[in-house]
């Protein structure tokens, strides 16, 4: 089992940069987890947006976010990160922080069991 709650969100203009926090409890402390961001905008499909190996650290991006927002996580903290810069008013969703009990970072939902509550993003022009 792996409990998530997101903190972070908020409403920012185009062009700045907002931090979101994934606080995970439970067994991260397995060998094979990894942690998700996923973004669902109004009247759209989730999707993904940037995942991460707790125990390996290796990441892997949408390509809509590359270049523009990165993941990363804090061991001592349990803690998963998304930092976003240069946001655009398309990056308007809320987002989701999900865990998946496995090595390989999905970009699929379905593969991911457990879910955080999400976190408003709103991105003004």
């Known amino acids: 089992q792996v409990q998530l709650v997101e903190s972070g969100g908020g409403l920012v203009q185009a062009g700045d940069s907002l931090r979101l926090s994934c606080a995970a409890s439970?067994?991260?402390?397995?060998?094979?987890?990894?942690v998700g961001w996923f973004r669902q905008a109004p009247g759209k499909e989730r999707e993904f947006v940037a995942g991460?190996?707790?125990?390996?650290?290796?990441?892997y991006y949408a390509d809509s976010v590359k270049g523009r927002f990165t993941i990363s996580r804090d061991t001592a903290k349990n803690t998963v990160y998304l930092q976003m810069n240069s946001l655009k008013p398309e990056d308007t969703a809320v987002y989701y922080c999900?865990?998946?009990?496995?090595?390989?970072?999905?970009?699929?939902?379905?593969?991911?069991?457990?879910w955080g509550q999400g976190s408003q993003v709103t991105v003004s022009s």
């Open positions: 439970g067994r991260t402390d397995r060998r094979y987890t990894t």
């Open positions: 991460i190996s707790w125990s390996y650290g290796s990441t």
């Open positions: 999900a865990a998946d009990l496995s090595a390989t970072v999905h970009t699929t939902d379905a593969f991911y069991a457990y």
